[in-house]
């Protein structure tokens, strides 16, 4: 009997190697007749029996490789020994080919021909459809800016306008100044405003945390001039906290209340929330009480609202049983009822007036999920107002459903008791209870 239990043993295992090395060379037969389609579907049809003698020919064999990988490994070792006067046969070359727009073989040739003539290689990506992307137009300016990235600004910045606010220009050129080591970059920040500013203190503040460490980031920061910390700042607070949040809430804390790190809070739990939202609200709740506090625990809840619905909703819930004082997650209780306010309004009102019990915020937060149940179940909304504790003018207040809020609740889910359409929140956008500069 032992020995037919090994003899079976022995024969399930050879099955399933068997098994296993059938499958990996049909995977593998599978891929190379993938490969090889792609191969030829890539051809441009006129070009598939011409000649292509000297270096056309010898790119556009490299281009035609079925490989992927390989094909992107040897045509970056062709590229690292080719000189400028190539140029023409390489363009001949990929004319022959097709591509998707930003394919790392459009990368390449875009920073290899920077190297040598940066400004034609950006004219390049700015008539070639293949290259008029992100990922190829920045390949380039980052290229130029190691190379000499005051005439890059001098050039790509204009395109930097109000009318194309998310170009990568800018945060390219950013990188590859900070990669160059060359002088100039701390100054180009200081006399950046608006948006430039914004994504270029940005980006280079994240490099600097990751090379200078924390501590060394912020040593930079603060030693910058009065007039040009507010930035500076704010957009390290948002780097430290994705990176290093204990350093961020020291950071913070130090600052916050003053001109250079007002909103410091928010920057901070905002971004901290959105891979550890209990700690960033517990650190919030720490906080002296203030209007940066309040503002930085409704920002952070409703960055976690957005990110995790149902355990953002799960841990509000469970704050007024566990906690002796819970009065500085009051902005986030208000978020919370008026989250559910068209879903569960009758839910949403008990919820905000058991919990909300500062006099500045309670109408506010208890006000506006009973406006959404009057506008579902008006007769039982008025009889709950009528014996609140509220005095006769804030009812009345109250009670006035402003016609933005009809209009779009009207918009949205067609008046009446019906159930929400489905959204990333699950509502419309939530208004803001407390305004404060934005945090992009």
């Known amino acids: 009997m032992k020995t ?50 000297g270096m056309a020919g010898e790119i556009r064999d490299v281009l035609l490789i079925p490989d992927p990988i390989e ?10 020994e080719l ?8 363009l001949h070359a990929y004319e022959t080919v097709l591509f998707q727009a930003g394919d790392p073989e459009i990368v390449l040739v875009a920073q290899w021909w920077t190297r040598f003539d940066p400004e034609g290689a950006f004219q390049w990506t700015r008539r070639n459809w293949e290259a008029r992307v992100p990922t190829v137009v920045g390949a380039v300016i980052r ?16 395109y930097n306008t109000g009318e194309h606010p998310l170009a990568p220009y800018v945060y390219a050129l950013v990188v590859g100044w900070e990669e160059s080591g060359k002088p100039g970059l701390d100054n180009l920040l200081m006399k950046m405003s608006g948006p430039h500013a ?44 994705e990176i290093d949040p204990q350093q961020a809430t020291e950071f913070a804390e130090r600052h916050m209340g003053s001109g250079q790190g007002r909103w410091l809070p928010r920057r901070v739990g905002t971004r901290w929330a959105k891979f550890d939202p209990e700690a960033a609200m517990a650190w919030l709740g720490s906080l002296p009480p203030g209007e940066e506090r309040d503002d930085g625990v409704t920002e952070s809840f409703r960055r976690w609202l957005r ?37 569960s309004p009758e839910e949403a009102v008990a919820f905000a007036d058991a919990n909300i019990r500062n006099s500045e915020r309670r109408s506010p937060g208890v006000g506006n ?23 006769e003018k804030t009812k009345a207040k109250i009670a006035m459903v402003p016609d933005g809020m009809r209009a779009n609740y009207e918009r949205f889910f067609g008046g009446g008791k019906k159930q ?14 407390h305004q404060a500069p934005s945090a992009p």
């Open 198 to 241: 914004q994504r270029a203190t940005t980006a280079t503040l994240r490099r600097r945390v990751r090379r200078l460490g924390a501590e060394g980031a912020i040593a930079w920061a603060e030693a910058l001039p009065e007039g040009s910390q507010n930035n500076a700042f704010q957009r390290l607070a948002s780097a430290l906290a």
């Open 4 to 53: 037919i239990l090994i003899g079976l043993v022995v024969a399930i295992i050879a099955s399933g190697v068997s098994y296993q090395l059938a499958y990996e060379r049909g995977q593998a037969e599978g891929l190379a007749e993938g490969l090889e389609a792609d191969r030829l579907a890539r051809m441009v049809e006129e070009t598939q029996d011409l000649e292509f003698p």
């Open 71 to 80: 094909r992107v490994r040897v045509l970056a070792e062709i590229f690292g």
């Open 143 to 158: 290229e130029w800016a190691r190379i000499d990235p005051e005439r890059a600004y001098e050039v790509v910045g204009p």
């Open 369 to 391: 999920p009973v406006r959404y149940w009057l506008l579902q179940d008006e007769p039982a909304a008025l009889a709950w107002l009528a014996e609140s504790d509220f005095d």
């Open 307 to 343: 990110g995790d619905r149902s355990g953002a909703h799960a841990w509000i819930r469970s704050l007024p049983g566990r906690e002796e004082d819970p009065g500085w997650a009051e902005p986030a209780f208000a978020l919370y009822s008026l989250d559910i306010a068209v879903e």
């Open 420 to 433: 929400p359409v489905e959204s990333e929140s699950g509502l419309p956008p939530i208004p803001s209870q």
């Open 83 to 90: 000189d400028s006067s190539h140029l023409d046969a390489v």
